[in-house]
């Protein structure tokens, strides 16, 4: 429970340090560390101006290891993500590294770029590598995309396809902050427009993270549950598309974590509650007349919840 411990209170750290620049949002906050140790990608959406950039920037300050930033846009090619080589005029060549070789790499207003250079994060995001003129080149460990978007159907926008948003492991949204949340942002703008984000962690302590949350105990009861919910959901007459299997594989990714950063070596039915709107959500689709009965996504989240019976843990 020694290591547990250790994990939990880096958590608190990683926030500590994230708090100096952004006010408010925790869900997120909590999102991206689950993310990290679980080790998969973020996909953080909201309207402009709702702190997407700065929390993402501030996070990669806090944990240290190598940070890149790629600022999406239309005219962008994929080898300005992945690298390219750099040929001389006597005929020899040399790879020049793109942006996406660092461990943590904030994809920002990903969905401003063409579906072509969009589709170059895809083999980096599942596999950690890169292949350029038929050379593959492996990735740093940790390494985690954090991709912002726009709000869909934006002027200049894009929409990221779903083979795209499935390998996001969590969704998140940004929304404007409440009063009393901006009241203290505008009092403490010149403490956040500079903050002192200190690295609490390194690579390698990250790796240790990930290891030991694979350690974390995940009942068969548990591991019912997640595919029970995920096969309800696939079923409800409401759904035009389900959920992929990657649902069932983050739901229990990330319950492993979120069970450690609470200091328990094993998942309880809770975790997963609170998980599953993160995890599932992005990765189905709701049928058209449904959405013209004012049917939502979270709708059909909480009534699936409310039908899947939850186990008891056995003590």
Known sequence: MADIKKASDLYEKIKGEVSKAIIGKGEIEEALVLALIAGGHVLIEGLPGTAKTKLAKSFAEAIGGKFKRIQFTPDMLPGDITGFYAYSTSGDSRFVEGPIFANIVLADELNRT????????LEAMQEYQVTIERTTYSLEKPFMVIATQVQSG??????????????????????YSSKE???????????????????????????ESQALAKQVHVSPDIVEYITSIVDRLRSDPDVLTGPSIRSSIALYKCSRVLAMLDGRDFVIPDDIRHLVPLTVEHRMRIKPEAEMDDITPKIILERSLEQVPVPKLKV
């Open 114 to 121: 063409t579906p072509r250079t969009q589709s170059a994060l």
């Open 181 to 207: 949340e901006e009241k203290r942002i505008i009092t403490n703008i010149d403490q956040i427009d500079e903050p002192d984000i200190n690295a609490v962690t390194t690579p390698d302590e990250i790796k």
């Open 154 to 175: 934006a002027e200049g926008t894009y929409p990221l396809t779903d083979v795209q948003i499935d390998r996001f492991l969590l969704r998140v949204l940004s929304q």
